[in-house]
């Protein structure tokens, strides 16, 4: 199998949409989203152009799908203006009222009373296990987003190819802050994974309160490179939302470089440029 990033944080827009292109063709996430407010400004025209351009990309990448996972009900992960693309597909989504906080449980149930019609098959994946056309995917059960449950849960997913077609295993940990958690790093080293898409700690977060969060979170991510069979930690999401992300990741950098292990951003990883937008805003405006 091959993994995709479509849109992330690196490429200019909220999101972690990604596409496994396997036997069977997987879209995870399928939503791209802006700050509403960041620096006391809304997003510059840039950033708007660049989030309907992925929003265009991930429409065409829900056409190849046959499957479609959504780890939770925040925005910059699921996008009910864009159901339609869920006509005739599996969904597999986070349980919708269970393990999840009142703002998500409205939305889920929002969003799937617009996909029910149209859908193949609704599952829920808390927990659970499904095989399709020799990719295998295990999902966590519900986990914090982040330290603890204020933002709600979300679920990781392991995918497993055992066509031998390319690489063999992936982890998408879904919004889990730079996996401060036990409940985090436990189902991480399970899976094994040779490439591992790890949403960075919330710079808000860093910034802000909790010390020892970053300290964990920078515990467990350096934990799965010494000790599990990771090639490549694809590191995105909240963390690259600060321009200064690098040195609240700096010891996980080091450590992979002298693993010599990739630690890179979703652009990169598709060879592309980063081209941070969010965290520049107010020099966007700048120029004008």
Known sequence: MKIIPISAESMGTRSTATFIDGKCKILI???????????????????????????????????????IVV?????????????????????????????????????????????????????YSDGREFSFKGLKLRFSEA??????????????????????????????TSDVEGMPLKEHLEFAMKENARVVYCDGPLHDVVSKYRGGTLRDASRNMNRLLRESRVETMILEHHLLRDAS????????????????????????????????????????????
């Not at 914090?144 to 982890?171: A, C, I, Q, W």
């Open 143 to 172: 986990v914090p987003h982040g330290p603890d449950e204020h933002l709600g849960y979300v679920t990781m997913v392991g995918v497993k190819d055992r066509n031998k077609t390319g690489l063999d295993s992936f982890l998408y």
């Open 71 to 123: 780890t939770h009900y925040h925005y910059d992960h699921h996008n009910p203006s864009i159901s339609d693309i869920f006509k005739n597909k599996i969904a597999i989504v986070k349980h919708p009222t269970e393990n999840i906080n009142y703002s998500q449980r409205w939305r889920a149930k929002v969003f799937l009373e617009k996909i029910e019609p149209i859908v193949r098959k609704i599952e």
């Open 245 to 288: 992300w690098k040195k609240y990741v700096r010891t996980t950098l080091r450590l992979a470089k002298r693993l010599n292990k990739r630690v890179i951003t979703a652009a990169e990883y598709v060879g592309k440029k980063v081209d941070f937008l969010e965290m520049y805003r107010k020099e966007l405006f700048g120029r004008e």
């Open 29 to 67: 996430d399928p939503s791209s989203a802006l700050a509403l407010r960041r620096f006391g400004l809304p997003p510059h025209r840039i950033e708007i152009e660049r989030k309907e351009k992925h929003i265009s990309k991930i429409k065409e990448y829900a056409k190849k799908a046959e499957v």
